[in-house]
């Protein structure tokens, strides 16, 4: 995610990234006029996004989002271990996943249409009632799994929302020749977030149980609502191009939610650029999301490593992950982004195959450490050339899909994987998720815009 941007020859809406965004939003901060350069278009000349005021204040409306996310879901746990048996559990915990699938693609549209500001000042608010309420709710009486179920449905339903609109946001709150950093920079606060959330999360709930985590929680989402109200935005473009073909004018189009999912497909399918980088992502995803999540597991009870095993391992990939981020933070640029990526996705599938044959703990830890570094960094550098090629029209849409495929689809597997494994054997189903993962490469060796993308200067 690298950002130098390539025109896609013959695209039907180009992607220059902030075009039509030379204004503040209406309802920016206060301090929007004295900006230096209006938002979405950089800051000022030559500072990195780790040193902008703007960048820092989405920065850390993220992390707070992020550990809020994390005391919330293991309160919600706790909380439901207390209303009933480990069936209400585990029923409770996933009924909040299917409003975010069923959603995912909706909140992208509303996005676009809205402008991401608007649509993730208004989710983290809700958010934060939400989760206020439940908390205030607990310290009167004890929990009800019914009352359970309906938070975690609205909070389903929020995070569709949120996370289409919040992937849409850099490109409009700094310039494109930063947009990796700010990858980098929501890498470490990704590590950040899973550190902290466990510890306070037990703090909380040993001081004052579920009641007073979701008080943190929400607490921490409305920190982070605070900070997006501060920000300066770029607004999204007034008019967005309708399909080919598709026989609409623009007011039907605006009228019509169905049209504007179905052009932003349209959209993907023609773009010569982010179509393909998209598609390569979810290949790479469907095969290393597996791995990473559950493969890890199974591999140290395949090998006799137990549990200490699985902390060293998963350690390993975490520190080179965050190694990654840290790269990208801070790298001026990295010249040839998409050679570079297909680069680090061939390594990475090579290592998922050595992954699943290694016969002892320490070379484990010595393949997955490599591992996390290059899953990083083409993770990095793909959101970067997406986020810096993809029309502002388009990019709540564009998100929207990829993040439906990391939280919606890409889960999937893991059942896949279990009972893969009860067939075959743990090196086996590593070795397929590997040439799933290589497939990625290959899907990408054969696009030449792909092969040529680069980031901005």
């Avoid at 990195?48 to 409306?61: E, T």
């Avoid at 579920?210 to 607490?219: E, K, L, N, T």
Wanted: contains cysteine.
């Amino acid at each position: 995610m690298t950002e130098s941007r390539v025109e896609p020859a013959g695209d039907p809406a180009p992607a220059a990234e902030g075009a039509g965004t030379a204004a503040p939003d209406a309802a920016a901060a206060p301090d929007a006029a004295a900006a230096p350069e209006a938002a979405g278009q950089g800051g000022p000349a030559g500072k990195p996004a780790y040193r902008d005021g703007n960048v820092l204040r989405w920065l850390g409306a993220y992390a707070a989002s992020l550990v809020g996310d994390s005391i919330y879901f293991l309160a919600l746990g706790w909380a439901a271990a207390q209303a009933g048996g480990p069936a209400e559990v585990g029923m409770i915990m996933a009924t909040g996943a299917i409003p975010r699938a069923v959603l995912m693609l909706g909140g992208g549209v509303i996005a676009d249409r809205l402008g991401p500001r608007k649509v993730v000042i208004g989710s983290d608010a809700v958010r934060c009632v939400v989760i206020l309420g439940i908390a205030a709710v607990l310290m009167i009486s004890g929990p009800a799994v019914w009352l359970l179920v309906v938070v975690a449905l609205v909070f389903g339903a929020v995070d569709a929302m949120f996370l289409p609109a919040v992937g849409a946001l850099p490109p409009r709150i700094t310039g494109p020749d930063q947009l990796v950093r700010v990858q980098g920079m929501k890498a470490l606060s990704n590590r950040f977030g899973g550190i902290v959330g466990a510890p306070v999360a037990g703090l909380a709930m040993g001081l004052g149980g579920p009641a007073a985590a979701f008080a943190v929680a929400g607490g921490l989402f409305a920190v982070s609502l605070v900070l997006l109200v501060a920000l300066r935005v770029a607004p999204l473009p007034e008019e967005e191009p309708a399909p080919e073909g598709s026989g609409l004018s623009e007011p039907e189009k605006k009228r019509n939610v169905w049209d504007d999912l179905t052009a932003g497909f349209g959209y993907l399918r023609r773009h010569k650029l982010v179509g393909p980088l998209v598609a390569s992502n979810i290949l790479f995803e469907l095969g290393g999301i597996p791995v990473i999540n559950v493969g890890m597991v199974l591999l140290c009870s395949y090998r006799g490593w137990g549990a200490p095993g699985i902390a060293w391992i998963v350690g390993a990939f975490s520190v080179g992950a965050a190694c990654s981020a840290l790269i990208l933070t801070v790298a001026k640029r990295i010249a040839r982004a998409g050679t570079v990526r297909l680069t680090t996705i061939t390594g990475a599938s090579v290592l998922v195959a050595v992954l699943g044959s290694v016969p002892s703990l320490p070379w484990a830890v010595a393949v997955a450490a490599p591992m996390g570094l290059l899953v990083g960094t083409s993770g990095g550098l793909m959101a970067g050339l997406v986020q810096t090629n993809t029309a502002p029209a388009y990019l709540g849409r564009v998100t929207s899909v990829m993040s439906l495929i990391s939280l919606g689809v890409a889960p999937l597997m893991y059942p896949l994987a279990g009972a893969a494994v009860g067939v075959w054997s743990v090196p086996t189903v590593f070795f397929g998720c590997a040439v799933l993962c290589g497939m990625a490469a290959v899907a990408g060796v054969c696009t030449r815009e792909v092969r040529g993308a680069e980031l901005p200067r």
